[in-house]
């Protein structure tokens, strides 16, 4: 439970993930099938860096004859990506961190099996990121329709630290979005008055 001042968060945000085309969970409700969590045990499981959100732009600044300093900025480019570390080994977590799928392998002995190569198509879902409000003791959202992975997960393997996956989600522009402005979802934070 957060306590006041709200306004100022920390804690571990938790991620989740379904297919394109998911309806959010409300802000009162827990996350249900479709949506699954990244990690089996979510923020138990994540790096320390904790999850990041990155609102990454390419701003380009216009001089003219007549001055030295800018006289007009326009945004050419622009990224929203979420970023976090996974320790959580299973095949499941590995397919979403590659893009791949799972398959169960008869046996004996029974096993599970992704493909290592990903080809020219990336695979595209919808996340959810979710943590404590600003505004109370409730919750606050990123609802993200469309993202791919596009970071380059590495695995390492040792003897003093757990093996984790980096994610790297992209947002990509939702086709759907009812306004320009939604193209890549929205972040809604509960409220409730004083």
């Not at 994540?46 to 990041?52: A, H, M, P, T």
């Not at 800018?70 to 929203?80: D, V």
């Not at 599970?112 to 979710?130: E, P, S």
């Not at 997960?153 to 989600?169: D, H, I, R, W």
């Amino acid at each position: 439970m957060a306590t006041e001042p709200y306004n100022i968060i920390v804690g571990p945000f938790e991620v989740w993930t379904a297919p394109t085309g998911t309806t959010f969970p409300a802000l009162t409700t827990d996350p249900a099938s479709p949506w699954e969590k990244l990690g089996a045990n979510q923020s138990q499981e994540y790096n320390d860096d904790g999850v990041s959100v990155m609102h990454e732009q390419t701003v380009d600044l216009h001089r003219f004859l007549g001055g030295t300093g800018p006289r007009k900025a326009t945004r050419s480019e622009e990224n929203l990506r979420i970023e976090l570390t996974v320790h959580d080994m299973s095949l499941e977590q590995y397919a979403k961190a590659v893009g791949s799928d799972v398959e169960d392998v008869t046996g004996p002995p029974a096993a599970k099996a992704i493909t290592l190569y990903r080809g020219f198509d990336v695979l595209q879902f919808a996340l959810l990121v979710r943590g404590a409000s600003p505004y109370d003791d409730s919750v606050m959202q990123y609802e993200v329709p469309v993202v791919a992975v596009d970071g380059e997960p590495e695995v390492v393997y040792n003897k003093t630290e757990p093996a984790g996956l980096l994610f790297s989600f992209v947002a990509l522009e939702d086709p759907t979005a009812t306004s320009i402005q939604e193209r890549y979802g929205r972040l809604l934070a509960s409220a409730t008055a004083p």
